[in-house]
C-alpha cells in the first residue's frame, strides 16, 4: 500500500504531462529528429528529418526511408500544427531522405529538389524500390512506398517565404550527391545540411565528390550559421563541419594509398580504422565507402 501511494503521484505527473512529440524545438518554428540511435533500415538508418512552420504553412525537410516511416513522421508534426504542408525539400534523393515523399504529395505539398538529386532518383529511385532488399529492408517495410519526383527543381539557390520565415536553399558544388542542398535559414542562424554532414556517425561516400564537398564545407564554414542539423547525429556546429572536411581529406588520401598496394577489403578497412576519428555509428560503411569508390569493380 506504501508503495503505491508513493507511485502514485508520480504516475499523475505522468498522466498529466501532454504527450511529447518526438521531435525536438530546435529553435523557434523549427523542429527536427536530432541524434536518432537506431540506424537500422527501417527506421531510415537514424536520419533526421525536421519541418519549418510559417503563418501559411509547413515546410517539411526530407521525409525519411518509406511510407510507413513517413506516416510516423506526419503523425509527429500533427502533434505540433496543424497548419497545410505546403513545401518539401529533399536535401538530396538518397532513399533515407526521400522515398517518404509520396505521404507529403498526398498531402497537397510540392516536393523541391536540385535538378541533378531529381535526375538521380529518375535513374535509380525504381531499381532500389524493386531490390529494396539489398538495403537490408523487408517488402513490408515499403508497404504503400512509391517514388513521387520533385515537381519543382533549381540549379543554384530558392528562397522561400512561408509567412514571417525565410527559408533558403542554397547548392555550393557536387558534395554527398550532385545535387546535394542545405536549408538555411537566415533568421534563426540554423542549417539542416542534409548528408553534407554526418556526426557521430561514418559517412556514406559512394556517390561522392570529394573535391566539390570539401568546397561545400569551406562555403558553409563561412556563413552566419550557429547550429546545425546533419543529415544523421546529434544537433550539431561549425566544429563539426570541420572535423567532416578532415575526416574526408583523410579518409580519400588514405584509401587511395591502401588500394595502391592492396585489393582486400577487410585488410583496408582495418587499416583506415586505426587513423580515422572513432564515430558511434556505421562502422560498417567504412568497408562500403571503400568497395564502392576505391576498389576495382570485378
Ligand atoms: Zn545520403
Not at 197 to 222: C, E, K, N, Q, V
Not at 271 to 295: C, H, Q, T, V
Amino acid at each position: 500500500m506504501k508503495k503505491i501511494s508513493l507511485l502514485l503521484p508520480v504516475l499523475l505527473l505522468f498522466l498529466a504531462t501532454p504527450a511529447l512529440a518526438n521531435l525536438t524545438k530546435v529553435a523557434d518554428n523549427v523542429y527536427s529528429y536530432v541524434g536518432e540511435k537506431d540506424a537500422s533500415p527501417a527506421h531510415s538508418f537514424a536520419a533526421n528529418a525536421g519541418i519549418v512552420v510559417g503563418r501559411d504553412g509547413i515546410l517539411v525537410v526530407d521525409t525519411l526511408i518509406s511510407a510507413k516511416e513517413a506516416q510516423r513522421f506526419l503523425a509527429d508534426i500533427r502533434k505540433i500544427s496543424d497548419k497545410p504542408i505546403k513545401y518539401v525539400v529533399n536535401t538530396h534523393t538518397h532513399l533515407d531522405h526521400a522515398f517518404g515523399n509520396g505521404v507529403f504529395a498526398k498531402q497537397g505539398a510540392i516536393v523541391i529538389s536540385h535538378d541533378a538529386d531529381r535526375r538521380l532518383l529518375e535513374k535509380i529511385g525504381d531499381t532500389i524500390l524493386k531490390n529494396i532488399g539489398n538495403y537490408g529492408l523487408k517488402p513490408e517495410d515499403m508497404v504503400g512506398t512509391e517514388i513521387v519526383y520533385p515537381s519543382l527543381t533549381f540549379s543554384d539557390r530558392m528562397t522561400i517565404d512561408l509567412g514571417g520565415e525565410i527559408v533558403e536553399l542554397i547548392r555550393v558544388a557536387p558534395s554527398h550527391t550532385e545535387g546535394s542542398v542545405v536549408v538555411h535559414l537566415p533568421a534563426r542562424k540554423l542549417l539542416f545540411s542534409g548528408d553534407i554532414l554526418f556526426t557521430d556517425f561514418h559517412p556514406y561516400l559512394a556517390d561522392g565528390d570529394i573535391s566539390g564537398w570539401t568546397r561545400t564545407l569551406d562555403a558553409l564554414l563561412t556563413m552566419d550559421v550557429e547550429r546545425i542539423i546533419p543529415g544523421h547525429g546529434p544537433l550539431s556546429s561549425k566544429k563539426d563541419l570541420q572535423e567532416m572536411k578532415e575526416y574526408l581529406i583523410l579518409f580519400d588520401a588514405k584509401a587511395r594509398e591502401l588500394a595502391a598496394v592492396s585489393q582486400d577489403v577487410d585488410t583496408m578497412a582495418a587499416e583506415m580504422k586505426k587513423i580515422l576519428p572513432k564515430r558511434s555509428l556505421a562502422d560498417w560503411m567504412i568497408g562500403f565507402n571503400l568497395k564502392s569508390r576505391y576498389l576495382h569493380k570485378p
